[in-house]
């Protein structure tokens, strides 16, 4: 079941593949063609950014895709989850540690019952706090495991708190090399992700 479902996920995210991302609307880093040493100490100082793209999920022999809106900012971030994924619109608002959310019915939760929601809903615990750096395709801080290009050295992906992330294709934007396909996983969940557009 957790198969078929991760099937019909992908596929909805697959007729997708003809999207590219559009032009930046700023450059803030050193160049999509500078080395990668230079990009990676850029974007792990990077606090300030957008994305929309779709994202499909599979969890528990359920799945589903859906728009994603996501915006980061120095002091927390914004997450936004549109369309038929059988959950309803969905809107996540992380401050720190503090998190709340809003549902399309106007429920609105904050603290461990925000959590607890989310999980419900989506089918596993999002890895919020490191969400920032996953979406810029390099680890956060802490421990991880890389896998690295042997020439140039940039991050074709890495594991994390249980999870292995892919950066299975990238495109210039905002003046680094940003992931535009990323794919998550971990037993029993798949989040697969294409990036349409990058902001500032």
Not at 36 to 48: I, V
Not at 116 to 122: F, N, V, W
């Amino acid at each position: 079941m957790v198969r078929a479902a991760l099937v019909v996920a992908i596929a909805a995210l697959g007729l997708l593949g003809g999207c590219r991302t559009a032009p930046p609307s700023a450059v803030v880093g050193p160049g999509a063609d500078a080395p990668w040493p230079e990009q990676l100490a850029a974007l792990e100082k990077l606090d300030r950014y957008g994305l929309d793209g779709r994202v499909a999920v599979a969890a528990n022999g359920q799945g589903f895709s859906a728009g994603l809106r996501y915006q980061q900012m120095p002091r927390g971030s914004n997450l936004a989850l549109d369309g038929p994924l059988g959950i309803g619109g969905l809107r996540v608002a992380l401050d720190g540690e503090d998190l709340e959310i809003a549902t399309s019915r106007g429920e609105k939760l904050d603290g461990p019952a925000a959590r607890a929601e989310l999980e419900r809903r989506l089918g596993f615990a999002l890895p919020l706090s490191e969400l920032r750096w996953w979406l810029l395709g390099i680890p956060a801080p802490g421990e991880a495991s890389l896998d690295q290009d042997g020439g140039s050295g940039e991050v074709r992906g890495f594991t994390q708190n249980g999870w292995q992330v892919s950066i299975n294709g990238r495109a210039d934007a905002l003046g680094f090399s940003l992931p535009q396909r990323i794919t998550a996983e971990r037993e029993g969940a798949r989040l697969k992700l294409l990036v349409e557009r990058w902001q500032r």
